[in-house]
């Protein structure tokens, strides 16, 4: 069956960095567009960065500039390098990708950046 799992969240001091993982199984990984969405308390989850199958990447406006996504194929991961967070980026995250008109989630990662 698919499984997302993400792991590298934490507590981080504004401006400071984390790196994201999320490892696929129980599908194609290098078929398939992937993404990383967050949901902050309170808030619609949205759409933080997605990946194309050919390593093509988009970003919403607030990330554009301090987030990278990337895509390993081989280890079957996505990956979010997140660099400067700020306050307002505290939120759960999650990786995610469609088949078929579903959407697949992880179990999220939990994302607090504060003083």
């Known amino acids: 069956q698919v499984q997302l799992v993400e792991s590298g969240g934490g507590l981080v001091q504004p401006g400071g960095s984390l790196r994201l993982s999320c490892a696929a199984s129980g599908f194609i990984f290098g078929t398939y567009v992937m993404s990383w969405y967050r949901q902050a308390p309170g808030k619609e989850r949205e759409l933080v960065a997605s990946t194309s199958v050919g390593g093509s990447t988009d970003y919403a406006d607030s990330v554009k500039g301090r987030f990278t996504i990337s895509r390993d194929n081989g280890r079957n991961t996505v990956y979010l390098q997140m660099n400067s967070l700020k306050a307002e980026d505290t939120a759960v995250y999650y990786c995610?990708?469609?088949?078929?008109?579903?959407?697949?989630w992880g179990q999220g990662t939990q994302v607090t950046v504060s003083s």
């Open positions: 995610n990708y469609r088949q078929a008109g579903r959407g697949y």
